[in-house]
Nanobody, 117 residues
């Protein structure tokens, strides 16, 4: 079964950094634009950053200049480098496709990021 596994979350102080990883499987990873999403308590899931099959990136204004999305198609892995973290970044972070998320890959459990002093 095609699946994704998120990892790298944790508790960090404001201004700190974390790097999230999204590990894929199968032969389909390299043919899809991918994205990181997040969902905070009481909020809807939102798009954080996306990356095309060839590495073109896009970011939500709230994380622009602080987060960097990347992918390694050979390793079937996507990353999100998060710097200068803020309390409002606290959420469960998920990876999935940029378009029609939840179709090629099921939504997983995500990885918890908590920014607090």
């Amino acid at each position: 079964q095609v699946h994704l596994v998120e990892s790298g979350g944790g508790l960090v102080q404001p201004g700190g950094s974390l790097r999230l990883s999204c590990a894929g499987s199968g032969s389909r990873f390299s043919f899809a634009a991918m994205a990181w999403y997040r969902q905070a308590p009481g909020r809807q899931r939102e798009l954080v950053a996306s990356i095309t099959t060839v590495g073109t990136t896009n970011y939500d204004d709230s994380v622009k200049g602080r987060f960097t999305i990347s992918r390694d198609n050979a390793k079937k892995t996507m990353y999100l480098q998060m710097n200068s973290l803020k309390p409002e970044d606290t959420a469960v972070y998920y990876c999935n496709t940029r378009f029609s998320p939840g179709t090629m890959y099921y939504w997983g459990q995500g990885t918890q990021v908590t920014v607090s002093s």
